[in-house]
């Protein structure tokens, strides 16, 4: 039987409620924990037309997609976003716009409202300038500021969306009270998640286990202060939990990401898995890519489990993990997440983290260019 929650289908034969397109890879800014591909220039030849979208929109809806993401890069490098929201729109999307601020205009801001977006999603790095700006590798926090000034001037709910490192966290509690008073509706201190980008420089980014427990009790003396009146999200990375995520809510279960090529994912992150099939839009229709596609059927569902995950009681809450995470840290993606506390690698995150002391080992970097280098050369470009 079909495993319900409040009557939707979660074991993957169910329908995508979550459409996110990530309509190109391109934007000005340069954060080192981006989650687009490594090779994201490669891309930008091959994004997606403007009607190739409203079809992937229109077989969407068909297949059941309520809730949209457009995403990116940066979603507002499209001149085409207010014509693709309004078309969304009319098919009867809640639409949501993932963006950075830059290049949100009043004029598009305007645009977009009587386009029918529904909700804003804008992504801050800190309250001080100097710090977003030198994390961002660009000037860019007036403009972030103004952006969201004008996103609770047209009168869009808002979710403040801080990617949250060792650099930032300790700007949790001035985070609060600035979104407090801008009156915005929902805050997520999102944890980083180390993939891509975030891989690379994942020493210089993670957070010590201190920082993370210093602001888990400011966000819950927050959340006592403020009532309920802002929603505060803020979940321990799965580095420091013992437990894994579950990921996407399980592959292939509820979420279905379109990249800028028209590639069908389970995640974002997909496509560094080596040895899967990635198939675009532009080949096949998305109702096959969802439903039949090698891809999603891989690690849809639990009966692909290995142990300890398939005997394990919480198999049903976590669905063994990230596959993307498993496959980064292993080289395996059918391996338990290693952020479980019963994987056999979990030793991986917990050198990570820095809990296990060890002799210093050097190591052949994960990618070409160490993550000093990368750091450095976001700052230098
Ligand atoms: Fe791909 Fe978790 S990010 S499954």
Known sequence: MPKESKGISLDGNGQPLWLTLELTYRCPLKCPWCNNPLDFKDYAQRELSTEEWKRVLREGRALGALQLGFSGGEPLQRDDLEELVAYAD?????????????????????ALKNAGLKQVQLSLQSTKAELTDELVGARAHARKLEAARLIKAYGFPMVMNMPVGRQNIDDIDAMCEFASGLGVEYIEFANLQ?????????????PTLEQVRAA??????????????????FVIPDYYEGRPKACMNG??????????????????????????????VRDKPLSWLWHESPLFRK?????????????????????????????????????TDPACSRSPHHHLVQEAVGSVTRPLRFRKPLYKRASSAVSTAFMED
């Open 90 to 110: 009319q098919l009867g999307y809640y639409t949501n716009l993932i963006t950075s601020g830059i290049g949100l205009s009043e004029e598009r801001m305007s």
């Open 194 to 206: 180390y993939y891509n980008w975030a891989l690379v420089n994942r020493d210089e980014l993670m």
């Open 216 to 233: 888990e009790a400011t966000v819950n003396r927050w959340r006592e202060k403020l009532d309920g009146s802002m929603t505060i999200y």
């Open 251 to 280: 592959w292939g279960a509820i979420h279905l990401t379109i990249a800028p090529d028209g590639v069908a994912m389970p995640c974002q992150e997909a496509r560094t898995i080596p040895g899967l099939e990635f198939e675009s």
């Open 299 to 335: 690690y849809r569902g639990l009966d692909w489990l290995p142990e300890p995950c398939s005997s394990c009681s919480e198999k049903e809450k976590d669905f063994g993990g990230c596959r993307c995470q498993a496959f980064l840290l292993t080289g395996d993606a059918s391996n």
